[in-house]
């Protein structure tokens, strides 16, 4: 850590606020709509006024590629009569979400900023599917990757590929990944799928890429998602249940797979990790939940290892005996992840935290409520790892 990290006074942030639109193909709504319904949930259940915003900061991958519109900091001021409240837009790829937050969360613990408004969105479906997966392309490094024709479903199978021939993962084990967050989804009224599978089903789906197999992808979706922050020693003028960001932090690695050392490890997600449980002052096994970055089942394999959860190689071990489930040891994507509950880039890592908020207040709904919950993590991935964000919430 810097020196000048190590120095700096901040303020403790916390989210008093969380709004976020149904996951799925919404036919029916453009950028416009899913940022406003998002928005006007966030700020009631704030119980504040719009204009007693003083920053937003909007999440978005590729509005310009998907819908047409590039300025979309300024249309969500503009559509929300939030004008002339300065308005940034935040674009990290899949991880647009989650580095908007930690903006968002710097601004408040500056002291620069007490409410401050952090949505991320993407309309996703307006484009054909074929479309959506070569602008998604655009997160890897086109001129050595995409350009050769490499796709995401390609790049996340040589990870799963090369991890299975040095870990002996089965195919069978990681299909339960999907089954575990298609469990959790049909639980979750705002998954965009909400349907039980098994593991039959996954290894009977059509192959995209070996050893991936359609119910080992997240689907393209489109969804807004919105956290009104503040400062903590202010958060009880707005809620009864303020939820601390105790960490927020972010790495980088090779925008390439083939330029990293080993591909079976995000390095960014080890960097970022650890600078969060040492900010948050905790370490894995005070985590009662998580939230990953589950793009691809081979992803939230490993992404419990590169979190500190286990050793290389070890992650299949929390598949036995249904501990990554609600009621298990560790309680994995609650809401279904990003393979059951949806993956509109720019929302994803809001949308992550949301789901963490509702857990630590108590007010996930029924089954996917995990008991006692005080503490939980959220990790957020942009591309194939060469952004990663790492969020540690509290309940105080």
């Not at 790829?93 to 930690?102: D, F, I, K, P, Q």
């Not at 054909?128 to 796709?151: C, K, N, P, R, V």
Request: hydrophobic share 40%.
């Amino acid at each position: 850590m810097s020196k000048l990290a190590t120095n700096t006074k901040k303020r403790d942030v916390a989210i008093v606020g969380v709004g976020s639109t149904p996951i799925g193909e919404h036919w029916d709504k453009g950028l416009r709509e899913l940022t406003w319904d998002a928005s006007i949930a966030a700020v009631e259940d704030a119980k504040i006024r719009g204009k007693d915003l003083e920053l937003i900061i909007v999440g978005n991958m590729s509005g310009g590629m998907f819908v047409g519109q590039e300025h979309v900091a300024a249309l969500v001021a503009d559509f929300l009569g939030l004008k002339p409240t300065p308005a940034v837009r935040v674009e990290a790829a899949c991880a647009s979400g989650g580095v908007a937050l930690r903006q968002g969360y710097l601004a408040v613990a500056s002291g620069l900023y007490d409410l401050v408004a952090v949505g991320g969105v993407e309309k996703m479906t307006d484009v054909q599917a074929g479309w959506a997966t070569s602008i998604l392309t655009g997160a890897m490094d086109f001129e050595w990757e995409a350009y050769f024709g490499t796709t995401f479903p390609g790049i996340y199978a040589l990870m799963a590929r090369r991890y299975m021939h040095q870990y002996g993962l089965t195919r069978e084990k990681l299909a339960e990944v999907a089954v575990k967050n298609h469990y959790h989804g049909s639980s979750n009224p705002l998954a965009h799928f909400q349907n039980r599978i098994k593991v039959e089903d996954v290894l009977n789906s059509s192959l995209v890429a070996d050893p991936l197999r359609l119910y080992d992808c997240s689907p393209i979706s489109d969804g807004g998602a919105c956290v009104i922050l503040a400062p903590a020693e202010k958060a009880k003028q707005y809620t009864e249940t303020p939820i601390i960001i105790e960490a927020s932090t972010q790495a980088s690695d090779t925008l390439s797979l083939f330029e990293r050392e080993d591909i079976c490890t995000l390095d960014a997600t080890v960097e970022a990790a650890k600078q969060a449980y040492s900010r948050a002052k905790i370490s894995p096994k005070d985590v009662d939940i998580i939230e990953v970055h589950d793009c691809f089942t081979i992803a939230e394999i490993l992404a419990l290892e590169d979190l500190g959860f286990c050793k290389k190689g070890e992650a299949a071990k929390f598949y036995e005996g249904e501990q990554t489930y609600v009621g298990g040891t560790l309680p994995v994507n609650t809401d279904g992840g990003l393979k059951a509950s949806g993956h509109p880039v720019g929302a994803t890592g809001i949308k992550q935290v949301i789901e963490i908020v509702k857990q630590l207040r108590g007010e996930a709904e029924g089954a996917r409520q995990v008991k006692g919950a005080e503490i939980g993590l959220a990790q957020n991935v942009g591309g194939s790892g060469a952004t990663v964000v790492v969020t540690i919430l509290r309940r105080r």
